[in-house]
């Protein structure tokens, strides 16, 4: 367990943030470890705790589930053991994706919140466009999941559109915020302005086909094809222990693989060398809420080319500082590539543009504060 409690003899109130282990890799990790980093509140403490499953299980497949089960039962006593015992915490935040497990875990967490009396924020990192279909379609466990949910008394989530459809669905508009996830400004780089006529894309993120890897890999082929030059970089963990060595064998089927770099989970300051090292950022996901990476990339200085899903299209501007481009659609993403190869001062020049946009919106001590005056609004 994390406490931020630097406030010597002072009598404070708390906020308990539980979420998946903040040693594991991913969105959510890594958006409360910046959090925790610039937060401050010389009234309101933070304290996190683990749910779930921990980080050296990730590619821990015979069992998982049982021990996850085995660990979450540990992790829920655990939690009403701090609940019931300690009065300061007034704030309960929980960190959910719009899937089943995690709405389901989290819930649990809500209802026993409630119970005790606590206020509950529930920040919603991720949304599954194909289980939010299911929930319309069925109203039964819809009712069962609004229920509990709206028994939260603050609810954040990543994008104007998934505000919209918590609306829809009976929570109460009053209750809902849309913020965005952060970068950490003070690891930024100076973008770097000796790469000459070869455009440099990159990708990082998760290695999974829900990413758009092997649509990447089909667009450059084409590129390749028509006597492009460029290099692009994969830097990430993989989603099962051989996605990089699928991805690897899918560019050496389409003779592409002297175009790529494989690197793999990077961190700190090294990401960000990444960063600016690059012209061009890729994300042409299936489904996301809004990513780090693609904050993390505009206050570097790139261009970003994505897909319009979750929060992108409030981020992403088409032609204004990226490119749009259709979900699972090889050939669209090879035309937007194609594009800022035939305009590379165009797209580096857009990139730079990237850089106060990102640190006006997105920059983690405006978006901490933003989380800091609604945790004040509820005490």
């Known amino acids: ?126 949304w599954d466009v194909s289980f939010s279909n299911v929930l319309k379609k069925r109203i039964f466990l819809r009712m069962c999941m609004i229920w509990v949910y709206r028994k939260s008394d603050r609810i954040l989530v990543l994008a104007e559109r998934f505000k919209m459809s918590l609306i829809r669905w009976g929570i109460d508009k009053e209750k809902i915020s849309v913020t965005r996830t952060m970068f950490d400004g003070d690891l930024v780089l100076p973008y770097q302005n000796d790469r000459g006529n070869r455009m440099r894309f990159l990708f990082l993120s998760r290695i999974s086909e829900l990413k758009g890897i092997f649509e990447i890999v089909k667009a450059a082929a ?90 992108m299209k409030e981020v992403v501007r088409d032609k204004v500082n990226g490119r749009i481009v259709k979900v699972k659609d090889s050939h669209d993403l090879f035309k937007k590539m194609k594009w800022v190869l035939d305009n590379i001062n165009t797209a580096r020049e857009l990139g730079k543009q990237n850089v106060p946009y990102a640190f006006s919106n997105f920059e983690s001590r405006i978006i901490t504060n933003q989380i800091r005056t609604i945790y004040n609004t509820l005490i």
Request: glycine content about 8%; proline content about 3%; some cysteine.
């Open 1 to 126: 367990m994390f406490t931020n409690e630097q406030y010597g003899n002072a009598v404070i109130v708390k906020v308990l943030i539980i979420s998946k282990d903040l040693e594991s890799m991913g969105g959510v990790a890594n958006y409360l470890r910046v959090f925790l980093k610039h937060y401050y509140d010389e009234h309101v403490a933070i304290e996190t705790m683990n749910i779930g499953s921990r980080s050296d299980e990730y590619y821990k497949k015979p069992n998982l589930r049982i021990r996850y089960v085995k660990q979450y039962l540990r992790d829920f006593y655990g939690f009403i053991k701090i609940i019931s015992g300690d009065k300061r915490i007034r704030i309960v935040q929980v960190n959910p994706s719009l899937i089943p497990v995690p709405l389901i875990r989290d819930g649990l967490l809500i209802l026993v919140s409630k119970l005790f009396g606590r206020k509950v924020v529930v920040l919603f990192h991720g």
């Open 222 to 311: 084409w590129l390749s094809d028509e006597g492009y030059d460029f290099q692009l970089k994969f830097v990430g963990f993989g989603k099962d222990i051989d996605s990089v060595q699928k991805l690897q064998h899918y560019a050496e089927e389409n003779a592409v693989a002297d175009k790529f770099t494989f690197q793999g989970f990077l961190d700190g300051k090294k990401k960000y060398e990444e960063y600016a090292k690059a012209d061009i950022f890729l994300l042409p996901s299936y489904s996301e809420g809004c990513p780090t990476s693609v904050l993390e990339a505009m206050a570097s200085g790139l261009f970003v080319i994505s897909t319009n899903v979750g929060a």
